[in-house]
C-alpha cells in the first residue's frame, strides 16, 4: 500500500502526521531568534597591544613589526594587515574560510606567546581575540545632565553601567565621554632643584606607600589568620603627607614638591546629547546571544533605572539595532502573509471552489511553519535570509498540491470516478510527476547552502529553509491533499458541486479563449517565437551590467552619521567647538529627533 492509500483509508493517520509536523514547527517558532543576518563566525583574530607613552614609529618599529614576523609562520594565512597608532598596535590576521577561527586563535596565542620576551618594557600583555561581528554594539545609552563631568561619570559608572552589565546576553559596556576622578599630582620644577628631588623619586615613593601587598598567614596556635597588609592612600589629604625621601635628617614630603588637587582624568573623549555634556554606554552583546531579545532586556532595565534616576539626569537610547531588525521583520513577515493570501487567491480564481482552494491552500502555513523545526535544529535566526527563503517558498509550495488537487478533480469529472477511488488512483497516476517537479527545485536550492565563501555561509540557511520547505509540500501533497479530496470533494450533482463556479465562467472562458488564440498564433509562428525566447535570454546580460551588484542592499534606518577629521594636532577640545557648530546647524533641520 502507497503512502497515499494509506492517508486515504486512515484519515486519522495523515492528520497526525501533518500535526505533529505542526505542533514541532510552533514550538521551534518560540525558540527562533530575529536578527539582521545569519551568523557568521569568520576566521579573523585581531591582536591588539597598548605601549602607552609611544608614537607609531615606535610602535611599528618595536611592536607591529614583531608581531607580524612571528604570526606570518602560520598556515592558511590569507590575509595580514596592521595599524600603528599612538601607544597602540593592532594587527589582524585574515585567515582562510576553512580554518576553525578557535584554531586560528589558539595558533595565534601560540606564536605570539614566543616573543614576549622580545618586546619593550611597558608594553602592556598583547590582547588576542577573534573578529566577531555577532559581538558587535547593540543598543547606544547616553546619561545626560548639566552636572560636572566627575559627578555624571561617577553616577553613570555606578548606577547605570554596572547594572546594565548585569543584563543577560551583554558582553560589555564601553563608556564614552567619561571623566572619572583622579588625584593629580603637579610638581613643582623649582622646588625638585632645591631640595635635589627627581621626578622618579616622587614616583618610586607614591608606589611604595601607596600599595596593598599579601601579608600570608599567622599561626595563633589552633587557628591560622590571614594577615591584611593595609598601605593605600584612603584621602586627598593623605596624599600630601607621603614621604619622598629624607635629606640630612628632614622628610621631605609631597606638599613640600607639589601641589595635590582632587581633579578627574584628562579628557580624551567626548560625549554630548542635543549640546549637554553626556557620557555615551556602547553596550555590546555576547557572541552567539539574539539582538533583539538583548536590547529589550536592556530597555527593560533602563526603565526600571529611570525610577531612582533624578531629574535632571536624562537617559536616552540614542542608537537601537532592534528597532530596524524588528521592522524589517515584521515587514518581510507582512509580504508573507500576503503572498500565501494572494496565492490563496489565484487558486481561487482557476478552480472556482472554496472547498478546492482550501484543500491546495493547507500546504502553505503546513510547510512554513514546519520549516521552523530545521531553522531551530541548525540554530537558524529570523533573519532577512531566512525569512526571503520563506517567502520565496509561498509560492511554490502550494505547486504540488494543485497538481495533485488538479488530477484528482480531472477523474472525477471525466471518469465520474468517486472521490476516494479519484484521489487514490489521480495520487498514484501523478506521482512520479510530482516527486520529478519537486525534486528538480530542491536540486536548483540546496547547493546554494554549500557554496564557498563568505557568501556561502550568509546562504546556507536561504538554502537549506527552501530545501526543507519544498520537501514538506511534497509530503503534503502525498498525504494530506489526496486525503482531503477524498472527503470534501463531491462529484456533479452531489451538494454544491466540486469543481467550477457560475459566477467565474465567465472568466474561465474569457482565459481559455485568449489563451488558445495565443496558442494558435504561436503554433503559426514558431520561428518568431524561437528569436523571441533567444532575445529574452541574450538581453539578461546587458541588464546584469546596468543592475549592478552589491553584498548588502541599501537600507535606510533613519539615521546619518557624520565623520570629520581636523587638521592633525588638533586637540579634543578644539575637536568639541567643531562638533559644536556642527550640532547647532543639525538641530535647525526639519525632522532631526536628537543629535
Given at each position: 500500500m502507497s503512502l497515499s492509500d494509506l492517508c486515504i483509508q486512515r484519515p486519522v493517520f495523515a492528520t497526525m502526521l501533518v500535526a505533529a509536523l505542526l505542533v514541532l514547527g510552533a514550538f521551534s517558532y518560540k525558540d527562533l531568534g530575529v536578527d539582521l543576518f545569519p551568523k557568521v563566525d569568520l576566521p579573523n583574530i585581531v591582536v591588539t597591544t597598548r605601549f602607552a607613552g609611544a608614537g607609531p614609529e615606535e610602535v611599528e618599529t618595536q611592536i607591529t613589526k614583531v608581531i607580524e614576523e612571528a604570526v606570518n609562520t602560520i598556515s592558511g594565512i590569507d590575509e595580514l594587515r596592521s595599524s600603528s597608532f599612538e601607544?597602540?598596535?593592532?594587527?589582524?590576521?585574515?585567515?582562510?574560510?576553512?580554518?576553525?577561527?578557535?584554531?586560528?586563535?589558539?595558533?595565534?596565542?601560540?606564536?605570539?606567546?614566543?616573543?614576549?620576551?622580545?618586546?619593550?618594557?611597558?608594553?602592556?600583555?598583547?590582547?588576542?581575540?577573534?573578529?566577531?561581528?555577532?559581538?558587535?554594539?547593540?543598543?547606544?545609552?547616553?546619561?545626560?545632565?548639566?552636572?560636572?563631568?566627575?559627578?555624571?561619570?561617577?553616577?553613570?559608572?555606578?548606577?547605570?553601567?554596572?547594572?546594565?552589565?548585569?543584563?543577560?546576553?551583554?558582553?560589555?559596556?564601553?563608556?564614552?565621554?567619561?571623566?572619572?576622578?583622579?588625584?593629580?599630582?603637579?610638581?613643582?620644577?623649582?622646588?625638585?632643584?632645591?631640595?635635589?628631588?627627581?621626578?622618579?623619586?616622587?614616583?618610586?615613593?607614591?608606589?611604595?606607600?601607596?600599595?596593598?601587598?599579601?601579608?600570608?598567614?599567622?599561626?595563633?596556635?589552633?587557628?591560622?589568620?590571614?594577615?591584611?597588609?593595609?598601605?593605600?592612600?584612603?584621602?586627598?589629604?593623605?596624599?600630601?603627607?607621603?614621604?619622598?625621601?629624607?635629606?640630612?635628617?628632614?622628610?621631605?614630603?609631597?606638599?613640600?614638591?607639589a601641589a595635590v588637587t582632587d581633579a578627574e582624568q584628562e579628557q580624551r573623549t567626548m560625549a554630548r546629547l542635543d549640546g549637554t555634556n553626556a557620557v555615551a554606554l556602547i553596550v555590546q552583546k555576547q557572541s552567539g546571544t539574539n539582538t533583539v531579545q538583548v536590547v529589550a532586556a536592556v530597555k527593560q532595565r533602563l526603565e526600571e533605572l529611570k525610577a531612582i534616576v533624578p531629574s535632571e539626569v536624562k537617559l536616552e537610547t540614542v542608537r537601537d539595532q532592534s528597532r530596524f531588525i524588528l521592522a524589517a521583520f515584521h515587514a518581510v513577515m507582512e509580504h508573507l502573509i500576503l503572498g500565501a493570501l494572494l496565492a490563496s487567491l489565484v487558486v481561487y480564481l482557476f478552480l472556482g471552489n472554496m472547498r478546492s482552494t482550501l484543500i491546495a491552500a493547507v500546504a502553505i502555513p503546513t510547510s512554513v511553519i514546519s520549516t521552523f523545526t530545521l531553522m531551530r535544529f541548525y540554530d537558524f535566526t529570523l533573519n532577512q535570509m531566512s525569512l526571503l527563503a520563506l517567502a520565496l517558498a509561498v509560492g511554490l509550495v502550494i505547486d504540488d498540491a494543485i497538481v495533485v488537487l488538479e488530477n484528482i478533480f480531472r477523474h472525477i469529472d471525466e471518469r465520474g470516478s468517486t472521490p476516494m477511488a479519484a484521489a487514490s488512483e489521480a495520487t498514484r497516476e501523478i506521482a512520479l510527476a510530482v516527486m520529478a517537479t519537486t525534486l528538480s527545485l530542491v536540486v536548483i536550492f540546496l547547493p546554494v547552502a554549500f557554496m564557498p565563501g563568505i557568501i556561502g555561509r550568509f546562504f546556507k540557511a536561504f538554502g537549506l529553509t527552501m530545501t526543507f520547505s519544498i520537501l514538506v509540500s511534497m509530503l503534503v501533497s502525498f498525504t494530506l491533499t489526496p486525503m482531503m479530496c477524498s472527503r470534501f470533494l463531491r462529484r456533479k450533482g452531489e451538494g454544491k458541486g466540486h469543481g467550477g463556479s457560475g459566477g467565474l465562467d465567465w472568466f474561465h472562458s474569457r482565459i481559455q479563449s485568449a489563451y488558445l488564440a495565443l496558442l494558435g498564433r504561436s503554433l503559426k509562428h514558431r520561428f518568431v517565437v524561437v528569436i523571441a525566447a533567444g532575445l529574452c535570454i541574450v538581453s539578461t546580460v546587458p541588464i546584469l551590467k546596468i543592475v549592478g551588484k552589491d553584498f548588502i542592499p541599501f537600507d535606510d534606518q533613519s539615521e546619518f552619521l557624520i565623520n570629520i577629521k581636523a587638521p592633525e594636532g588638533t586637540s579634543i577640545q578644539s575637536t568639541g567647538k567643531i562638533l559644536s557648530d556642527i550640532e547647532r546647524r543639525l538641530r535647525g533641520l526639519g525632522n532631526v529627533e536628537k543629535v
Amino acid at each position: 500500500m502507497s503512502l497515499s492509500d494509506l492517508c486515504i483509508q486512515r484519515p486519522v493517520f495523515a492528520t497526525m502526521l501533518v500535526a505533529a509536523l505542526l505542533v514541532l514547527g510552533a514550538f521551534s517558532y518560540k525558540d527562533l531568534g530575529v536578527d539582521l543576518f545569519p551568523k557568521v563566525d569568520l576566521p579573523n583574530i585581531v591582536v591588539t597591544t597598548r605601549f602607552a607613552g609611544a608614537g607609531p614609529e615606535e610602535v611599528e618599529t618595536q611592536i607591529t613589526k614583531v608581531i607580524e614576523e612571528a604570526v606570518n609562520t602560520i598556515s592558511g594565512i590569507d590575509e595580514l594587515r596592521s595599524s600603528s597608532f599612538e601607544g597602540i598596535s593592532q594587527v589582524v590576521v585574515v585567515f582562510k574560510l576553512n580554518r576553525d577561527p578557535s584554531d586560528c586563535a589558539q595558533d595565534v596565542r601560540d606564536r605570539v606567546g614566543r616573543i614576549l620576551a622580545k618586546l619593550p618594557d611597558g608594553v602592556e600583555p598583547p590582547i588576542i581575540e577573534k573578529f566577531d561581528p555577532d559581538a558587535a554594539p547593540v543598543i547606544s545609552v547616553v546619561v545626560a545632565s548639566p552636572w560636572p563631568h566627575k559627578e555624571l561619570t561617577e553616577f553613570a559608572k555606578k548606577r547605570i553601567k554596572e547594572s546594565i552589565e548585569s543584563v543577560p546576553g551583554v558582553g560589555q559596556v564601553n563608556m564614552v565621554g567619561g571623566r572619572e576622578r583622579e588625584v593629580h599630582v603637579n610638581l613643582d620644577s623649582d622646588r625638585l632643584r632645591a631640595l635635589g628631588v627627581t621626578p622618579h623619586d616622587v614616583k618610586e615613593a607614591l608606589k611604595r606607600q601607596n600599595l596593598e601587598v599579601p601579608g600570608g598567614l599567622v599561626e595563633t596556635g589552633p587557628r591560622d589568620m590571614v594577615l591584611r597588609t593595609i598601605g593605600r592612600v584612603g584621602r586627598v589629604e593623605d596624599f600630601r603627607k607621603v614621604v619622598v625621601k629624607e635629606v640630612g635628617g628632614t622628610l621631605i614630603r609631597m606638599e613640600d614638591l607639589a601641589a595635590v588637587t582632587d581633579a578627574e582624568q584628562e579628557q580624551r573623549t567626548m560625549a554630548r546629547l542635543d549640546g549637554t555634556n553626556a557620557v555615551a554606554l556602547i553596550v555590546q552583546k555576547q557572541s552567539g546571544t539574539n539582538t533583539v531579545q538583548v536590547v529589550a532586556a536592556v530597555k527593560q532595565r533602563l526603565e526600571e533605572l529611570k525610577a531612582i534616576v533624578p531629574s535632571e539626569v536624562k537617559l536616552e537610547t540614542v542608537r537601537d539595532q532592534s528597532r530596524f531588525i524588528l521592522a524589517a521583520f515584521h515587514a518581510v513577515m507582512e509580504h508573507l502573509i500576503l503572498g500565501a493570501l494572494l496565492a490563496s487567491l489565484v487558486v481561487y480564481l482557476f478552480l472556482g471552489n472554496m472547498r478546492s482552494t482550501l484543500i491546495a491552500a493547507v500546504a502553505i502555513p503546513t510547510s512554513v511553519i514546519s520549516t521552523f523545526t530545521l531553522m531551530r535544529f541548525y540554530d537558524f535566526t529570523l533573519n532577512q535570509m531566512s525569512l526571503l527563503a520563506l517567502a520565496l517558498a509561498v509560492g511554490l509550495v502550494i505547486d504540488d498540491a494543485i497538481v495533485v488537487l488538479e488530477n484528482i478533480f480531472r477523474h472525477i469529472d471525466e471518469r465520474g470516478s468517486t472521490p476516494m477511488a479519484a484521489a487514490s488512483e489521480a495520487t498514484r497516476e501523478i506521482a512520479l510527476a510530482v516527486m520529478a517537479t519537486t525534486l528538480s527545485l530542491v536540486v536548483i536550492f540546496l547547493p546554494v547552502a554549500f557554496m564557498p565563501g563568505i557568501i556561502g555561509r550568509f546562504f546556507k540557511a536561504f538554502g537549506l529553509t527552501m530545501t526543507f520547505s519544498i520537501l514538506v509540500s511534497m509530503l503534503v501533497s502525498f498525504t494530506l491533499t489526496p486525503m482531503m479530496c477524498s472527503r470534501f470533494l463531491r462529484r456533479k450533482g452531489e451538494g454544491k458541486g466540486h469543481g467550477g463556479s457560475g459566477g467565474l465562467d465567465w472568466f474561465h472562458s474569457r482565459i481559455q479563449s485568449a489563451y488558445l488564440a495565443l496558442l494558435g498564433r504561436s503554433l503559426k509562428h514558431r520561428f518568431v517565437v524561437v528569436i523571441a525566447a533567444g532575445l529574452c535570454i541574450v538581453s539578461t546580460v546587458p541588464i546584469l551590467k546596468i543592475v549592478g551588484k552589491d553584498f548588502i542592499p541599501f537600507d535606510d534606518q533613519s539615521e546619518f552619521l557624520i565623520n570629520i577629521k581636523a587638521p592633525e594636532g588638533t586637540s579634543i577640545q578644539s575637536t568639541g567647538k567643531i562638533l559644536s557648530d556642527i550640532e547647532r546647524r543639525l538641530r535647525g533641520l526639519g525632522n532631526v529627533e536628537k543629535v
